[in-house]
């Protein structure tokens, strides 16, 4: 930061870029670029340095191969630009805006707003000319530094520029043979056995080596994250600091190196592999800012482990618990900051206990919408709450493990025929309490369900006299079972003041004297 302020002090306005070919799913794996750049971006400003976002889309990228994910009938695309591609499903401008636009949605579901840029239309528009006549000047300069830097040697055709041919479109099987810096062109021949001469003006694209330094000097960039891939030894971050400096006379930006995220036992993202949770798809189950913190606990340099299975919930407690800390400081407090963005919806509810709310309304909104106001929560806020219920709802259909899953049953279930005869007189005994009771709160669930172990409580009392039996021990987690097997038809379920209290009272009363009379 102290070096970002020094370079402000020279009359520099700071520019934070980011950028990704949009060449298959966009995934979580790449969001922690974006979302690091958006931290730093804010952590800028928040010091007071002049600063600016944006968002490159790499789009004049040729396809590599066709992806797993594409049908075959692909291949005659393979090495065209992905933004002169048609679109999979028909709907878009382009290949590229296929699974571009998605991801531009998420970045504002996100609260992420940068200045998007498509690398075609800088392209076409000549941005890129100066650099690309540069470039094509001092070809030998630049194949020097390639290697000396990487320690590859450089074929003799090679050239800083790729042009796309006329006759077959493709962007990466032409070799260029001249050029002309006045008029602004460039001659190749084509593996495909085509030759002719292009503009610079979207006739093609500088080589990825060179088309990021040339971004830098163009835009004036000096803050970028980028992946531990690019920052490795010899890689294109330092054969691009010389290239900058030494064809474009511009000074590299500032580095910010991250880890992967893993993707649970899977290993890193990656959209041509397949392994892959697409951003679209993340935040259709969890909220915005959690996804935002998964990113901001974890230091750049530091791979992030995740699962939207079972361990989604834990990252979920984990940012609830520190959210609703009051007097939450130091790190912590700015990894928050960092992790609420403003337009994202919150509300006061638990993700986990509207995973309990929502199975127990079968999904009904209005139900829902009853048993949180019954719990006590904030029910003014409709907008996130309904988004809160579909993020759930999506994650009990695509991500959670069976255990979490259940259902209220319409009818006593049959498995109440393993209850043995304490567990009936503890379900006749919590029926009289409840049915003579006002409104319960899980709390207040929770300890009634533990009375039944304390000698002399009322609980305990009724059971010993339903048993007829002057004093009886009971182990509250056998209790806990009688009440899941008589309402969920199983042995366990969710956390039991939740589950108890987001299911209507009379229901619970008649459904426990029933399981308590019920004889096979």
């Known amino acids: 930061m102290l070096l970002l302020k020094k370079q402000q002090k020279n009359g520099n306005k700071h520019l934070v870029s ?58 005659e695309h393979v090495g065209k630009p992905i933004s002169e591609i048609p679109c999979p499903c028909g709907e878009c401008k382009s290949y590229a805006e296929h699974f571009l636009t998605p991801f531009l ?32 000047i001092k070809r030998d300069d630049i194949a020097k530094i390639l290697k000396e830097v990487s320690g590859k040697d450089v074929l003799p055709e090679w050239s800083p520029f790729n042009p796309i041919c006329q006759e077959c479109k493709k962007i990466n099987t032409a070799t260029v043979t001249g050029f002309d810096a006045d008029a602004e062109t460039v001659d190749y021949e084509c593996s495909c056995g085509h030759s002719g001469t292009v503009s610079m003006i979207g006739g093609g694209k500088l080589t990825w080596r060179v088309d990021w330094p040339a971004k830098w000097k163009m835009l004036n960039v000096t803050v970028e994250p980028f992946g531990k891939d690019h920052a490795s030894r010899g890689g ?53 800012e959690v996804l935002r913190y998964l990113i901001m606990r974890t230091k750049p340099e530091k791979h992030i482990k995740f699962d939207p299975a079972q361990p989604l919930l834990t990252l979920v407690d984990e940012y609830e618990r520190l959210n609703s800390n009051a007097e939450i400081e130091g790190l912590n407090k700015r990894v928050l900051e960092l992790s609420h963005a403003k337009g994202i919806c919150h509300t006061d ?3 986990k206990h509207m995973t309990t709310i929502a199975q127990v309304a079968h999904g009904d909104f209005d139900k829902i919408m009853k048993i949180i106001g019954r719990a006590g929560y904030d029910t003014t806020n409709e907008k996130c709450i309904r988004e809160l219920v579909n993020n759930v709802a999506n994650w009990l259909e695509m991500y959670a493990p069976p255990f979490a899953k259940f259902s209220v049953k319409d009818v006593l279930p049959e498995e109440t025929a393993s209850l043995t005869d304490e567990q009936k007189a503890f379900l006749g005994a919590v029926s009289e309490i409840i049915g003579n009771s006002g409104e319960l709160t899980g709390e207040d669930y929770h300890n009634l369900v533990y009375s039944s172990k304390e000698a002399g409580s009322e609980l305990n009392t009724k059971i010993a006299a339903k048993l007829s039996v002057d004093e009886v021990e009971i182990n509250p987690k056998d209790m806990f079972k009688a009440i899941y097997t008589s309402v969920l038809g199983q042995q366990s379920g969710p956390k039991a003041g939740w589950f108890l209290s987001s299911i209507d009272q009379d229901f619970l009363a008649k459904r426990f004297s029933e399981a308590a009379l019920y004889r096979p």
């Not at 899977?266 to 959209?271: L, R």
């Open 236 to 288: 294109s971050y330092d054969t691009g600091k010389r290239i900058v400096r030494e064809i474009f006379d511009h000074e590299p930006p500032q580095p910010i190196v991250y880890e992967w995220i893993m993707l649970g036992q899977k290993g890193a993202m990656s959209s041509s592999s397949g392994v892959v949770v697409s951003i679209s798809d993340m935040l259709k189950v969890v909220p915005p």
């Open 105 to 136: 949605e998420g970045l504002e579901k996100l609260g992420i707003h940068p200045k998007v840029y498509r690398a075609d239309e800088l392209y076409k528009s000549g941005r890129f000319v100066e650099a690309i006549k540069a470039a094509l």
């Open 349 to 351: 509810i638990p993700f």
């Open 18 to 75: 980011t950028g990704i070919t949009p060449s298959g799913h966009i995934h979580i794996g790449n969001m922690r670029e974006v979302v690091t750049a958006d931290a730093a971006y804010r952590a800028m400003n928040d010091a007071g340095l002049e600063s600016e976002f944006i968002y490159i889309a790499d789009n004049y990228d040729p396809l590599r191969k066709v992806y797993p994910f594409l049908p075959e009938s692909y291949a």
